[in-house]
C-alpha cells in the first residue's frame, strides 16, 4: 500500500507551539542546517505525497540538516522538536488522505520585505510582491522530492500539472532539465494575490495525491480557500 492507517487525529499545533517550534529549529547547531517552519510543512508535503511510506528515521534526519541529514549532536535532546514536527506530520498526512483543505504555514511578508523591488524576470508571468511568501514552502516541498525521488519517478504526464502549480513559484533557471513543466508553467496565470497563491499549493498537494496515493472511492473535499496566516513564527 501507499501509506499506513491514520493515526488518531493530531492537535493542530497553535501559534505559540509554531513559534516554540521555530524556535527549537534555530537552537539547532552549526553546521547543521535546519529548515524553517515553513519550508518544513512543504517538506512533509512531499514526503507524505511519496507513492511508499518514507521511514520516519529518514525524513526526519533532513528536518535539522536539510541536504545532508547529518546526526544532531549528542547534548541536543530533539524530544520536544521531534514531538512538535510528528504532530504536524500527522496533521497533514490526515488531511492528505481525507482529500480535506488544509492550512499550510505560510507567513505574510514583513511591509519593507513586500515593498521591496520586484525580482528579475524569471520567464513567467509576474506575480505581485506578496506571493513571494509561499516561496519556502515551495523549497521545502522541492527538497523532499529530490531527497525521495518516488513522486517524480510516476507518470509525468499525470504529474505535469499539478507540479507546474507548485513549481511556478521557482526561477526557471531551477527547471531547466523540465522542458514540459516549463511549457506547462507558461500557459498558467500567475496568482493574483498571496491567498490564491496558498489556495493553489493545497490544490496542487491533493491532485498529486491522487496521483500518488489514489483512494478506492473519492471522498468529497471542503471547499473554499482560507486566508494564509497573518504572521511569521518569532525567531
Known sequence: MASSPPRSPARP????????????????????????????????????????????????????????????????????????VHRRYVELNAAIIARQWFDPWVFELDAEDADDEPAEDDGFGEAPPEVDAVYPWVAGFAAAVDLFPGLMQLDARQLTEPLALVFQHLDADDLEDADDLLTEIETMEPPSDLTEAVETLVRATLLLADISRPLQ???????????????????
Open 217 to 235: 472511492t473519492a471522498p468529497a473535499r471542503l471547499a473554499g480557500p482560507r486566508p494564509p496566516n497573518r504572521r511569521p513564527p518569532r525567531r
Open 13 to 84: 499545533l497553535d501559534e505559540r507551539e509554531i513559534d516554540e517550534l521555530q524556535a527549537l529549529l534555530d537552537r539547532v547547531p552549526a553546521p547543521l542546517e535546519p529548515l524553517d517552519v515553513t519550508m518544513l510543512d512543504g517538506y512533509l508535503c512531499g514526503v507524505l505525497l511519496q507513492p511508499r511510506r518514507v521511514p520516519e528515521a529518514q525524513w526526519l534526519a533532513h528536518v535539522t540538516d536539510t541536504e545532508r541529514g547529518r546526526p544532531l549532536p549528542p547534548k541536543f535532546d530533539p524530544t520536544r522538536l521531534h514531538e512538535l
